[in-house]
């Protein structure tokens, strides 16, 4: 299988940890990719009409995406659906975890876009994606308990904050959710985590 990758985006680290806990890194071949919402990227864009990466290529050359389907193909076919429960309570709040880590992950994207759009630089729409980070940072650390079993959900919300420390490091988001960033800590020394880090190259 060929992931198209990036070191610096957070929904590819997510499907990159899951590929570890799963036990199937090994069997990723990462083809590295640049990519910008205002741009096309060809050999995305041959796979994935939405040009976005994380996108995997399976063994028979189709593509799968986006990151919450390609970290459930990894985890329900490779290690026996342990990442994201079947049924039940535990499955719904796995998955909705995810959507809180994916939409973290998005405000922070859309922050760094905002912050590179120069003169159309807009203060108002910079405070909303700030507002929005700080509410889903306070309902973190009030769930913080139920963070503490590895699924796709608790994953998507450590790779989302590790994001928050690479982009954001000024926002101190640790000092008010003592809960949620001893959670982070602890996660972060997983082999997984420390497998997968952040690195800012092109
Ligand atoms: N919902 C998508 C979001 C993926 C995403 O936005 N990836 C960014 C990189 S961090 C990207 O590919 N951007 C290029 C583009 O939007 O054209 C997912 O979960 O995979």
């Given at each position: 299988m060929t992931l198209l990758w990036s070191s610096r985006s957070p929904f590819v680290r997510k499907v990159m940890v899951v590929a570890h806990e799963a036990g199937v890194a090994q069997a990723l071949r990462l083809e590295r990719m640049v990519v910008s919402g205002a741009t096309m990227t060809p050999e995305v864009m041959a796979l994935n009409p939405l040009n976005k990466i994380p996108t995997l290529v399976l063994v028979d050359g189709s593509a799968l995406f986006d990151s919450p389907v390609i970290a459930e193909y990894l985890s329900t076919t490779h290690a026996g659906g342990a990442l994201l429960p079947a049924e039940g309570e535990a499955h719904w709040q796995a998955l909705r975890l995810q959507a809180l880590g994916d939409g973290l992950m998005e405000l922070s994207i859309a922050r760094i876009a905002e912050a590179g759009r120069?003169?159309?630089?807009?203060a108002e729409r910079e405070a909303a994606f700030q507002a929005k980070t700080v509410a889903t940072l306070d309902l973190l650390e009030r769930e913080a308990?139920?963070?503490?079993?590895?699924t796709l959900g608790s994953i998507a919300v450590a790779c989302a904050l590790a994001h928050l420390d690479f982009r954001?490091?000024?926002?101190?988001?640790p000092g008010a959710r003592p809960s949620l960033a001893a959670w982070h800590a602890d996660f972060g020394t997983r082999t997984s985590m420390r497998e997968t880090a952040f690195q800012d190259i092109y």
């Open positions: 120069g003169e159309a630089r807009s308990a139920s963070l503490a079993p590895v954001f490091p000024g926002d101190d988001w």
